[in-house]
């Protein structure tokens, strides 16, 4: 057996099948500009997304939750992570990874901060001695879950 691309000879177990024939090890492996990454521009550009969206969705939560009670935190959990995934792909071009995930997952986090900060301060212990907090960080982790899972 011989390399389609340089016709040096390779055993059975070297061998590596590609689309175009076999190939040895080192024709076979991907050119550098083949390995695809998310870029830096585009990275800080996810981040900025998920930093603006998570702004406009936790305020879209402090109305909604002002409105409506917390009787839909769970599948306002659900939303919130679909929404933030999208944000953050849309961000990186539609490009999914690990990096790409935890983004999305520190903008659902942002997201469930932000309401709060802004409606309580920095005095955030009405919040925890009250019983819907149980309820606030299963959603958070519904939303980070939902996004984390989306942008992979």
Known sequence: MSCSNCERPICTDCMVY???GIKCPECARLPRSAVVRLKPNRAARTVAAAFGGGIVIGLGMLVLQAAVGLFFTLILGYLIGIAMSEIVLWGSGRYRSHA???IAVGG???AYVVPYVLFYGVDLGDIARSSALAWVVIGAAIACYIAYQRTQ
Do not use: N, Y
Request: aromatic fraction near 12%; charged fraction near 0%.
């Open 100 to 102: 790409t995930g935890a």
């Open 18 to 20: 590609t689309p175009v």
């Open 108 to 110: 659902c986090i942002w």
